[in-house]
C-alpha cells in the first residue's frame, strides 16, 4: 500500500520519484480549522472544480503540478518543492481587510492587494512582507518576483473566467512549488480556496457558507461546479 499523509481536506499518497496522488476528502474544515464535519460529495466538486481551473491556466502558459486525473476525487501531480508561503490575491475588501483598512465589506479595490503568509509549522499563517521571506530564507528575490508576476496574471486570467459565468472572485489563495528551476501552481483552486459570489445577488458560492452550516454549504459547491462546467 502508498505511503499517505492526510492533510485538512486532502491525502497524499508516494507515487513514484516524480509524482504525488491527491485524494480531495468529503471533508468540511473552515479556514481556522474549525467545524470539522462529513460534507458528502465535497471531495469530487474540488478535485473536478480544481482540473477545469488548471486546464484553463495552462491555455494561458500558466505552469500547474496537475499531470491527470485520476478518479472522482483523485489527481495525479507533480512533485513539487513547495515555498512556505500562501499567496492571497484579494479584488474586493471582506474577511479583516474592512477593519483593518476602515472601508466598507464588499467594496471592490481600485487594484488587486497581494499578501504573503508565511505557512508557520503547527500554528496559524503569518503575515510577511518580501524582507521577512529574505531574512527567513522563505524564497529568493527571483522567486519573489516570479510569485508576484504569477499571481497577478492567475487572478486576472481567473476574474476573467469566473465573470464570464457571472461570479466574482473575491479573493484567491494560491500556492506554488519549485519544479526542475521553475514556480508551478500547486495545491488546488477551488471554492475551499478561493471566496466567490454571484454577481448579482452576492450568494456565496465558497467556504464561507459553511459558517451556516452544511444544508447551505453542499448546494452552493454543487451550484459553483455547475456554472464553472457550463
Not at 37 to 51: H, L, T, Y
Not at 133 to 152: G, I, K, Q, T, W
Request: proline share 5%; glycine share 6%; aromatic share 8%.
Amino acid at each position: 500500500m502508498a505511503k499517505s499523509v492526510t492533510h485538512r481536506t486532502k491525502r497524499v499518497f508516494e507515487d513514484g520519484p516524480g509524482a504525488l496522488e491527491l485524494e480531495f476528502l468529503d471533508q468540511a474544515v473552515l479556514p481556522d480549522g474549525r467545524l470539522k464535519a462529513p460534507f458528502k460529495g465535497k471531495g469530487a466538486v474540488c478535485a473536478r472544480f480544481s482540473e477545469v481551473v488548471f486546464r484553463y491556466l495552462e491555455s494561458y502558459n500558466i505552469n500547474h503540478h496537475l499531470l491527470a486525473m485520476s478518479g472522482e476525487a483523485r489527481m495525479r501531480v507533480r512533485r513539487l518543492e513547495m515555498l512556505p508561503l500562501t499567496v492571497l490575491v484579494r479584488n474586493i475588501a471582506t474577511a479583516d481587510l474592512p477593519e483593518r483598512f476602515a472601508v466598507a465589506e464588499g467594496q471592490v479595490l481600485d487594484v488587486p492587494v497581494t499578501e504573503l503568509y508565511y505557512k508557520r509549522p503547527g500554528g496559524p499563517p503569518v503575515p510577511v512582507n518580501a524582507s521577512h521571506c529574505l531574512a527567513f530564507h522563505l524564497a529568493s528575490e527571483e522567486e519573489l518576483r516570479a510569485v508576484d508576476r504569477l499571481a497577478s496574471k492567475i487572478n486576472a486570467v481567473l476574474r476573467s473566467f469566473f465573470e464570464r459565468r457571472d461570479i466574482l472572485l473575491v479573493d484567491a489563495e494560491l500556492e506554488f512549488g519549485r519544479c526542475q528551476g521553475a514556480l508551478l501552481l500547486g495545491d488546488e483552486v477551488s471554492p475551499d480556496t478561493c471566496r466567490l459570489w454571484d454577481r448579482r445577488t452576492r450568494r456565496k458560492y465558497d467556504s464561507d457558507c459553511l459558517r451556516s452550516g452544511l444544508a447551505a454549504a453542499e448546494p452552493a459547491y454543487r451550484e459553483v461546479l455547475e456554472r464553472v462546467l457550463g
